[in-house]
């Protein structure tokens, strides 16, 4: 997931993503990531996951 530079989840139906592996902060996760896209997720609550994005840029969150 190191070369991840855009995340994009659309119509989804899921409360949570979760990855284990990011509990290290000695060890930064997603260090690409500068774009992120969530739309129709009305569902999704937890994106804890973007915490460990140092470069995120833009992010998009609606319906």
């Known amino acids: 997931m ?8 659309r119509e989804c139906g899921v409360y949570e993503i979760k990855i284990s592996s990011l509990h290290n902060p ?3 996760r997603f260090l ?3 774009h992120v896209d ?3 997720c009305d ?3 937890e994106l804890t996951l973007l915490m460990f994005a140092p470069n995120l ?3 998009y969150y609606g319906s």
């Open 57 to 59: 840029k833009s992010s």
């Open 26 to 28: 000695r060890s930064p």
């Open 38 to 40: 969530i739309t129709f």
């Open 2 to 9: 190191d070369k991840l530079r855009d995340f994009s989840i």
């Open 43 to 45: 569902c999704l609550r």
């Open 32 to 34: 690409n990531l500068s």
